[in-house]
Antibody, heavy 118, light 107 residues
Framework: EVQLVESGGGLVQPGGSLRLSCAAS????????MSWVRQAPGKGLEWVAN????????YYVDSVKGRFTISRDNAKNSLYLQMNSLRAEDTAVYYC???????????WGQGTLVTVSS | DIQLTQSPSFLSASVRDRVTITCRAS??????LAWYQQKPGKAPKLLIY???TLQSGVPSRFSGSGSGTEFTLTISSLQPEDFATYYC?????????FGPGTKVDIK
């Protein structure tokens, strides 16, 4: 059974940093692109970043470029999102998702809440 | 960047109703479109990909159509478990934007 479990969310002050993790199991992690998607409270979904199987390609939404870094450790079956210079508008539930061979997000974690507030 | 719009934003319907949601792209995206269902407090669930291909395990009352700039998601006979918010997403080029969502509520 495919499982994605996010962790690392919490309350952080504006300008602070946080590192999210996503533990994957039930599939060959190193064979899939992976993604982070976020959802602000009461709002819609926003794609944040994608990373290729070997980490050689990374893509970001403009609003997080230069502040967020997506990475992965295939030996640990884990996906990460390093978030720096956090802003109030980064407050959201962050989901990790597996990207299937057709490019679609076929499995999602339960999400982890990041709150940026003083 | 490619923008997606959805209509309607909100839909009130009854069980066994036929429901259609439209997603329009600001430029042609071929068939690189997916549909997701999200229930409150839960992660999104992939329903349709490549505009019209049903994801494994998704009931056949869900169907998708369209290409280019206009797409539709149809639920042929709405069931109680289908009351949720539905999002389209394009995968034509980065950034992979989502539509604003359509909330389907009980009439």
């Amino acid at each position: 059974e495919v499982q994605l479990v996010e962790s690392g969310g919490g309350l952080v002050q504006p300008g602070g940093s946080l590192r999210l993790s996503c533990a994957a199991s039930g599939f060959t992690f190193s064979s899939y692109w992976m993604s982070w998607v976020r959802q602000a409270p009461g709002k819609g979904l926003e794609w944040v970043a994608n990373i290729k199987q070997d980490g050689s390609e990374k893509y970001y939404v403009d609003s997080v470029k230069g502040r967020f870094t997506i990475s992965r450790d295939n030996a640990k079956n884990s996906l990460y999102l390093q978030m720096n210079s956090l802003r109030a508008e980064d407050t959201a539930v962050y989901y990790c998702a597996r990207v299937n061979v057709a490019g679609n997000f076929d499995y999602w974690g339960q999400g982890t809440l990041v709150t940026v507030s003083s | 960047d490619i923008q997606l719009t959805q209509s309607p934003s909100f839909l009130s319907a009854s069980v066994r109703d036929r429901v259609t949601i439209t997603c329009r792209a600001s430029q042609g995206i071929s068939s690189y479109l997916a549909w997701y269902q999200q229930k409150p407090g839960k992660a999104p669930k992939l329903l349709i990909y490549a505009a019209s291909t049903l994801q494994s395990g998704v009931p056949s009352r869900f169907s998708g159509s369209g290409s280019g700039t206009e797409f539709t998601l149809t639920i042929s006979s709405l069931q109680p478990e289908d009351f949720a918010t539905y999002y389209c997403q394009h995968l034509n080029s980065y950034p992979f934007t989502f539509g604003p969502g359509t909330k389907v509520d009980i009439k």
